[in-house]
């Protein structure tokens, strides 16, 4: 009877009492707090950066609640340095506010190539081929006495390169040409009149063809 008398006592509801409220006001301020850990139900759309400059582009994403990362970087000669190329996720997205938003931007250093092995190597037009598909920006040809539109040297800012000298992808290359000059024609020429001059009939040959 002590028992059950105990068991009913005001003092025991009152502990259950106030054991439920502090449940309830526990799971309470744990629902919020995983709300606003979460961001549940929260999301913003991904606005568009790319094109502008990295200032810019971390207002208009830091306005919207999002983080900016800049994850790599690339070389883009027509645009500014700090100019956004690229951005994950996507422009248009939708993603919850506190989200990374990773950048790709246009970086202030000219990177450099290593000069191909197209030095007395190669014709003009393998060469151009060759310099274009690395990425080099190609100058004026020069030419000068050599074989016909074959490769004899190549510059850059007015000076000899060779194979494996690294030079800025800015900088333009100079292909310095043959143009079939190397002489041979005027040896030719002066052959055809020795030639001649020693098949011209002497008037002494002549008169003993005579007799």
């Not at 006592?9 to 301020?29: A, D, G």
């Not at 606003?36 to 759309?45: L, N």
């Amino acid at each position: 009877m002590d028992f059950w008398k105990k068991l009913t006592s005001p003092i025991v509801y009152w502990n259950l009492i106030m054991l439920v409220l502090v449940s309830i006001v526990l799971l309470i301020v744990l629902w919020f707090w995983m709300k606003d850990f979460s961001h549940h139900g929260e999301s913003v759309e991904v606005p568009q950066v790319k094109g502008m400059l990295l200032a810019d582009a971390e207002y208009e994403l830091e306005k919207q609640g999002l983080v900016v990362v800049i994850s790599d970087s690339s070389y883009n000669r027509n645009l500014p340095a700090g100019t956004v190329l690229e951005m994950t996720p996507a422009p248009g997205s939708k993603v919850k506010t506190g989200r990374n938003i990773y950048l790709t931007i246009n970086t202030r250093n000219v990177p450099t190539l290593p000069i191909p092995d197209i030095a007395d190597n190669c014709s003009l037009r393998e060469a151009e081929a060759r310099l274009k598909s690395l990425g080099f920006k190609l100058g004026p040809i020069e030419y000068a006495p050599g074989d016909k539109d074959w490769v004899l040297s190549v510059k850059c800012k007015g000076r000899n390169v060779v194979a494996g000298d690294r030079v800025e992808i800015d900088c333009p290359i100079t292909l310095v040409v043959g143009n079939n000059n190397n002489g041979i024609g005027d040896d030719f020429e002066d052959e055809e009149w020795d030639n001649d001059e020693f098949s011209s009939p002497s008037e002494e040959d002549e008169e003993i063809v005579e007799d």
